[in-house]
Nanobody, 125 residues
Framework: QVQVVESGGGSVQAGGTLRLSCAAS????????MAWFRQAPGKEREGVAV????????YYADSVKGRFTLSRDDAKNTMYLQMDSLKPEDTAMYYC??????????????????WGQGTQVTVSS
């Protein structure tokens, strides 16, 4: 079992910044990648960014590329999402998820074994 806990959400004005944290604990040694998803009211959950554990390669949705940055602290089993130049359309519940799959299809939610409870991000104009 893996426990995933997100933190760092909040309310900011457009153009502001937030840093989300995702702490994974438990049996994490089989994790192949970790990702952030978000879900706005009435919309489907969408992949925001992913980091592959072995290579440290990261990929981003086009909508956040250049504004969001992933990083990882292996000693703490924690992944961070630095969000800059936030826009109102970034408003959503943000979820962290971990996977033990070997897949390039990181945006597919069924590839993930464990999910956190989410942290709310609200960006006002």
């Amino acid at each position: 079992q893996v426990q995933v806990v997100e933190s760092g959400g909040g309310s900011v004005q457009a153009g502001g910044t937030l840093r989300l944290s995702c702490a994974a604990s438990g049996n994490t040694h089989g994790t192949t990648y970790m990702a952030w998803f978000r879900q706005a009211p009435g919309k489907e959950r969408e992949g925001v960014a992913v980091i592959y554990i072995r290579t440290s390669n990261s990929y981003y949705a086009d909508s956040v590329k250049g504004r969001f940055t992933l990083s990882r602290d292996d000693a703490k089993n924690t992944m961070y999402l630095q969000m800059d130049s936030l826009k109102p359309e970034d408003t959503a519940m943000y979820y962290c998820a971990t996977s033990t799959a070997f897949s390039i299809y990181w945006r597919q939610t069924d590839r993930y074994n464990y999910w956190g409870q989410g942290t709310q991000v609200t960006v006002s104009s």
